[in-house]
């Protein structure tokens, strides 16, 4: 038990909170001009559709209100923001030999490299605005599966596919922090998976926030053609500054007849990051898109991933935790679109709140009038650990045919004090009692994961309860 | 007057369109008709009200403000148990409106029911305060029959004392829009406040509620409870919140709604929210929307019943059950006839 105790206490939150000055890179100016943004542009190289898109993306970002109904985001001011840090690596390696020494040290760090050696098909790591590593394994790039920079692929031979698809899900309109996105995207990758191909281990990809007052703008494009089968793991860090760094990142994700995609996050950015998200998948008929969230880091979230039940039968199912302490204001959750006959959705979430910490469930589920025979089931708990927190839960049913089955379910409470009394009178301390039912509490995640993902996330909740009592 | 009604206390997703709505033109000018059933043991008359939070917003008293409806306040003194059922029928015409009082003492008892009738178009509001002192029990029976292109504005706000108890049953059984607001201000310790919500609507017809239990007192409950029936091209929206204010430890939220949806034209929203600062509180909600049980049709089936009356009968089951609950014999007496008529007529 010591031993173990040991362990919880090594891997405090400096496991995160390292950084390397940023003298070798290249930044744009603070603030949002029609300048900066041409200035991304030529960085970028950018086709001239591209060029135009991000023009007109800063025009609708200008004309676009903040939103008004989540968390204060009154200390993001986008003057301070850097929306374009270029490390110093001068290009994108495919080994990590090549990568610059302090930021393969960041990675190695994190454990990527180890995790891609041991347990994943591909890798793709992103520091501040761009990928410095990708690779994937020869035996899948064997199948036809194409795992790359976004950027690459905009210039080869999927550059037609890419403008196909990008930001039709989430066009720039759809939110002001969209239309940022749509202006000054760097980053992400691009993964096409052909029919009847089925990805066995999981890509993943880490996004590396270092630059102090940066934004960070990564673009993910996942395909998965018909009858194919993909599991994706997106990780997100970065250290704590005492500026503001922003987050608005945007996936698109598109499931193909009777494919499957399975979509892995977990977010533990540092507590001084807006994080400002936006993802979308659409599913055609017969497809399923599972999403699996885990959500630790960040001074501020507005995350709800959106699954767009566009054929008929798809299926979506949303399993989440979110996890906030102190200083932070956590709004997540998920909104379902069901616009197809037979099409079903299932949410399941747990949210823990403590030391100050506030976290809100927010969902929608929309069954319009051709969805008829859908079928959806929300459940979410909350779990208050003491009365300075909070824990709002806000979903909204929406639905235009009479021939739907829809069912909600919440409940919020505190722990046990049964339980505890159970696990204290077994030898636990009350410490590691709260911290073993809170991790039972955000099983439904941790058991969607892979296994080095489902400790990590479990190391990440007990870390949070470090100090929980008293 | 444009007006914004029934913003909920979380708002949520702008496109969802939920965050309150939009009146526009409404306008009222003269007090509605009121016949009154008024217990012996009640006065009229008493105290002027405080300002209260209601469930429609400040543009619905602004509204009252605006045409100088006159307070219409009835007082039950501290240690009353009213005999007989308070009975406020309200007639309606277009630009017809009602402000009401109920003031409750200490440890007093009362039975109060209002109904609403109403022109067969136009646009009609009425407000109830309610002051319950510690210890006072009202049982508040609201019924709404207003005429099928009427628009009604129903605006509630309540304040509890300590270990009072607001039990309201609400029926919405006409008009073509209903603006239904109720905040409850649960402030004394163990105060209550349990609400049955029953509705039908058919149509073009559209209701939108705003149900708020705020929790400030410690092991304060409310249980809010709505079951309805939406046909033809009928649009009903429920924003139920429960409250749990940090210091109300101990306190217990339940809310759940039911909807059955007889028609592919009908569109349903419910957001039913819990709101929590305080470790120590238990809060749940729940929702079923959708269609009857394919098991329980077939079984009625079975028996001899066409669909059409199966799900006749279950949307009427569901409105009975909520009149079952009144506690005045006499308004349960004259409702199930009139329901009946209007059946007929239908």
Known sequence: MNEEKTYVEDIDRSFYDFRYEEKDAFKVDTGLTREIVEQISAEKNDPEWMRDFRLRSLEIFDRTPMPDWGPSIEGLNMENIVTYVRPKADRMSATWDEVPEDIKNTFERLGIPQAERESLAGVGAQYDSELVYHNVREEVAALGVIYTDLESALHGEYGEMIRAHFMKLVPPTDHKFAALHGAVWSGGSFVYVPPRVSVEIPLQSYFRLNAPGAGQFEHTLIIVDEEADLHFIEGCSAPKYNVANLHAGCVELFVGKNARLRYSTIENWSKNMYNLNTKRARVEAGGRIEWVSGSFGSHVSYLYPMSVLAGRGARSEFTGVTFAGAGQNLDTGCKVIHSAPDTSSYVNTRSISKSGGISTFRSAVVVDSKAENSKSAVSCQSLMIDSDSRSDTVPAMDVRTDKADIGHEARIGRISDDAVFYLMSRGISEEEARALIVSGFAENVSKELPLEYAVEMNNLIRIEMKGAIG | ?346
């Open chain 2, 1 to 346: 007057m444009d007006m914004k009604l029934n913003a909920p206390l979380a708002p949520t997703f702008g496109w969802l369109r939920v965050n309150g709505t939009r009146l526009t033109g409404a306008a009222v000018s003269a007090p509605a008709d009121l016949r009154a059933e008024v217990p012996a043991a009640v006065q009229r008359g008493g105290a002027a009200l405080p300002a209260l939070r209601t469930g429609a917003g400040e543009d619905a008293g602004a509204l009252l403000r605006a045409a100088a409806i006159p307070e219409t306040v009835y007082t039950l003194p501290a240690g009353e148990t009213a005999e007989d059922a308070l009975r406020l029928s309200f007639s309606f015409d277009n630009g017809a409106a009602a402000d009401v009082g109920l003031v409750l003492g200490r440890g007093s008892d009362l039975i109060a029911v209002m109904d609403y009738t109403s022109a067969e178009a136009g646009f009609g509001a009425i407000r109830t305060r309610i002051v319950l002192g510690d210890g006072a029990r009202l049982r508040l029976v609201q019924i709404q029959r207003a005429g099928q292109g009427f628009t009604l504005l129903n605006d509630i706000g309540a304040d509890c004392g300590a270990f009072a108890r607001l039990e309201l049953i609400r029926l919405v059984l006409g008009g073509e829009s209903t603006f239904d607001g109720c905040s409850v201000a649960l402030r004394g310790d163990k105060s209550a406040f349990v609400t049955e919500i029953g509705y039908t609507v058919g149509g073009d017809g559209r209701l939108d509620m705003n149900y708020e239990a705020i929790h400030t007192g410690k092991k304060t409950e409310c249980d809010i409870r709505a079951a309805g029936v939406l046909s033809e091209r009928a649009f009903k929206l429920f924003r139920g919140t429960i409250d749990l204010r940090n210091g109300c430890s101990g306190s217990v939220g339940n809310e759940i709604e039911d909807v059955l949806l007889m028609d592919e034209t009908v569109h349903n929203q419910t957001i039913p929210v819990i709101l929590c600062a305080e470790e120590d509180v238990v809060g749940n909600h729940g929702a079923t929307i959708g269609r009857l049980d394919e098991n329980l049709i077939f079984y009625l089936e079975s028996r001899g019943l066409e669909r059409e009356q199966i799900y006749a009968m279950m949307a009427r089951a569901r409105i009975d059950a909520v009149i079952r609950r009144i506690p005045d014999r006499k308004t349960v007496e004259a409702l199930f006839p009139a329901l009946a008529e209007g059946e007929a007529q239908a």
